[in-house]
């Protein structure tokens, strides 16, 4: 695997090395040993999927709170999606800033969220699948969000004839400082 830190400490975004032969390509998506190599959580408590019908589908911002923060390693595995990490860490010194990528089926890369960051994403084509591997179990009682379009983050999302949004995400409130 190739691990590139993006723009934000600690969330990068992986890309699997394929090894080809004639019956098509071989690759790891995910080796505790490289993950605790490059510094991640390579716990893996539960994994999830989520489908999506819809093109402009908006999924987020989602995150844990304390004490059941989650690192999250986020594949598309149908269709395409922009996928948006967010800083929710205030020690740290990428604090509220965003990074997004496009994850797809096609091109198989994958994007690792630590924990105390947000996550979201907004399908770019019908009928579009995602697969997480997740640190922690879930507990509702610590689900948290913040909204997709909070001024204080400035997150810039594609432009989409119609955006479906959740209303669970549609109803988070501003971030407060």
């Known amino acids: ?33 490289e993950f605790k190599a490059h510094g991640l959580n390579p716990h893996i408590a539960q994994c999830s999927t989520s489908f999506n019908r819809k093109k402009g589908t908006l999924r987020g911002m989602h995150y844990q709170a304390a004490p059941c923060e989650e690192a999250k390693l986020v594949r598309c ?14 020690e740290s010194p990428t604090f509220k800033r965003w990074v997004a990528v496009e994850l797809s089926a096609e091109n198989r890369k994958m994007l690792y969220i630590p924990e105390g960051c947000a996550h ?54 501003n971030y407060l400082c």
């Open 77 to 90: 595995i149908s269709g395409a999606i922009y996928d948006v990490a967010l800083d929710l860490r205030p």
């Open 120 to 173: 979201g994403f907004q399908t770019l084509v019908d009928n579009t699948e995602v697969f997480y591997q997740i640190s922690e179990f879930y507990r509702p009682e610590t689900a948290r969000g913040v909204r997709w379009d909070d001024p204080a983050f400035g997150i810039k999302w594609p432009p989409v004839q119609t955006r479906i949004i959740p209303e669970r995400d549609a109803g988070y409130e």
């Open 1 to 33: 695997m190739i691990f590139s830190e993006t723009q934000l400490k600690g969330v990068y975004l992986i890309d699997p090395e394929n090894v080809r032969d004639e019956r098509g390509f071989f690759a790891r998506t995910f080796c505790q040993e």
